[in-house]
Antibody, heavy 120, light 112 residues
């Protein structure tokens, strides 16, 4: 059974750093594309980052230069390192597996989310 | 950057058909995915690749995409269909080297 468990969310001061983790089971994160999507309280979904199975990474404009997505193959885990955090980064952060059909990507399994609150 | 536009809310009576639009510039040449999100839950993929249904999604739910509008259609609406629905595409940017996910703002479907 495919499962994604996201952890690492916390209350953090503006300018601080946080690393989110997403432990996967039922599949290999290195053989799949993985993504992070966030949702501010009461708002819609916002895509944050994507990592290919080959290691290429992509970021939303709001995340470029501040967020880094990576994988730990030994722990079958995907991380999102977030630096220089701002109040507008406050959100529930979901990790998701990317389903690849031909050249099309959809997000077929989602974790339960981990809450990041940026506030002084 | 690419923009997807959805109506914030829609309402439909049980047994009727809900058609949720997702507008974007020439969206017909992109591939659209749809997600359902119920309160307090993670999103669930209900339509991938414009019109394909993942395993477990009822055939009452369908998708189409043409021109400047993609549409999620829910036939014979039930109380359990009440949720937020989000459309999503990938945009490669002007140089086609980037890869950015884009979500519509979401439509809250209310079953009367």
């Amino acid at each position: 059974e495919v499962q994604l468990v996201a952890t690492g969310g916390a209350l953090i001061q503006p300018g601080g750093s946080l690393r989110l983790s997403c432990v996967a089971s039922g599949f290999s994160v290195t053989s799949n594309y993985m993504s992070w999507v966030r949702q501010a309280p009461g708002k819609g979904l916002e895509w944050a980052s994507l990592i290919y199975s080959g290691g290429s990474t992509y970021y939303a404009d709001s995340a470029k230069g501040r967020f880094t997505i990576s994988r730990d193959t030994s722990k079958n885990t995907v991380h999102l390192q977030m630096n220089s955090l701002r109040a507008e980064d406050t959100a529930l952060y979901y990790c998701a597996r990317v389903r690849v059909t031909g050249s099309y990507f959809s997000l077929d399994y989602w974790g339960q989310g981990t809450l990041v609150t940026v506030s002084s | 950057s690419y923009v997807l536009t959805q109506p914030p809310s829609m309402s439909v009576a049980p047994g009727q058909t809900a058609r949720i639009p997702c507008g974007g510039n020439n969206i017909g040449i992109k591939t659209v995915h749809w997600y359902q999100q119920k309160p307090g839950q993670a999103p669930v993929l209900v339509i991938n690749d414009d019109s394909d249904r993942p395993s477990g999604i009822p055939d009452r739910i369908s998708g189409s995409n043409s021109g400047n509008t993609a549409t999620l259609t829910i036939s014979r609406v039930e109380a359990g269909d009440e949720a937020d629905y989000f459309c999503q595409v990938w945009d490669t940017g002007s140089d086609h080297n980037d890869h950015q996910g884009v979500f519509g703002g979401g439509t809250k479907l209310t079953v009367l």
